[in-house]
DNA sequence: GGCGTATTGTAGTGAGCGTTATAGATTCTG
DNA sequence: CAGAATCTATAACGCTCACTACAATACGCC
């Protein structure tokens, strides 16, 4: 077993030139030539690192998680059910509507159509939207047995619509809504959440 | 001026091809192969009567607010701004859930993030969505002048939200969930819908 | 130093993109 | 029927797409 050249590149700061122009353009708008460039490499050493372009979203998606979506994981530590929602709908505002980067979320950006050739990442980005989802409802269903929530809630209606409003506000940034405006919305749609009055 | 040679096929029946897959795979993901093969024609008679692909396009848009986004208009002809906006929601989980239809939104499906070549489709989009959005916001100033919604209300925030999980249903339907799911969504979403008791 | 190995830049692959030149077909006018 | 006008199909345009042969380069190991 040899050494060979070393990469000439960082792995990570190349994913991160990766993710914003995925981000930007979505999946079917991005050429191999647009990553070349943002992420300063020739297209062997993309295709010798990364696999393909789709293995290359998967990264990218992965990097994305652990980055600028980082705020979902972390509402989930939040200590009640309550909390866990409003630090993930504020956390999604910050996170679609920074600065430094592009409007939106990664996962709806371009995944809600495309060309039969592009399904792989589509179905991906769709799964992905469906975990998050998934982890709130657990957690609602965890909520309701620990008497944070009311019996008659149905956690599972209650996580769809938080999931909606999640996603609704990554069209909004992308339509150029600002993060006071989106802030203000969450704090609308958290008037949803069950009060023992209600029940 | 004479007559020609009449045209060999219905130009709206051709749209309405064109909508549906253009609804399906995104602007960017559609080909013109894919058009021409869906509306039965061959590309000169595409680019004689529709001009390009993006003129193609707005007009696809336009059939697409007409057909499918007619609930849209027929919202505002309620009497009530609460029926209104109940209607425009619980039209659009309608709309986004036709069995005979694409899953989603014509103007959020790969309206949110695209290449630079395609940013004229994608601005289109935008407007069109924020078209939505400024008409209930008026319809709520209105509310609230003539007394059915408090003094205290924010009508901009308040369409803003709706607004949202308008979009949000939107995605939700391009992943999949169901008619009766995004209904039960609605209903939830329209608790934020302000009381006199609030004031 | 020389060998094996991994990464590099250059250049190019076939396929598909949006679009159009060209010529034949079909109509109305005179 | 002659001629102008319009729509048609076939075939191709230049360009970009995702992807890769190839040969040169830079390392660890013996």
Redesign the interface.
């Known amino acids: 077993m040899a050494g060979g050249r070393p990469r000439g590149f960082d792995v990570d700061e190349a994913l991160d030139r990766a993710v914003e122009v995925f981000?930007?353009?979505?999946y079917?708008?991005?050429?191999i030539s647009?990553l070349t460039r943002a992420m300063g490499i020739n297209p062997p050493s993309l295709y010798g690192t990364f696999g393909n372009k789709e293995e290359l979203f998967r990264k990218v998606l992965d990097r994305y998680t652990d980055g600028p979506a980082r705020y979902i994981r972390e509402a989930f530590e939040q200590p009640t059910a309550r909390a866990v929602v409003e630090r993930l709908l504020h956390g999604a505002v910050d996170g679609t509507t920074r600065p430094d980067c592009?409007p939106?979320c990664l996962t709806?950006?371009?995944g809600?159509?495309?060309?039969?050739a592009?399904e792989g990442a589509r179905d991906e980005m769709?799964t992905r939207?469906?975990m998050g989802e998934t982890f709130l409802r657990a957690r609602l269903e965890q909520a309701r047995i620990e008497g944070e929530l009311p019996d008659d809630v149905?956690p599972e209606?209650?996580a769809?619509?938080f999931?909606?409003?999640?996603?609704?506000?990554?069209?909004?940034a992308?339509?150029?809504?600002s993060r006071e405006?989106?802030h203000?919305?969450v704090d609308?749609?958290m008037?949803?959440w069950p009060s023992r009055a209600d029940a």
């Open positions: 981000w930007r353009q979505g079917e708008g991005t050429g647009d592009p939106g709806v950006q371009g809600l159509a495309s060309a039969p592009a769709a939207r469906r149905d209606g209650l769809r619509y999931a909606t409003v999640h996603q609704g506000i990554a069209v909004q992308a339509g150029g809504a405006q989106l203000q919305t609308l749609a008037r949803v």
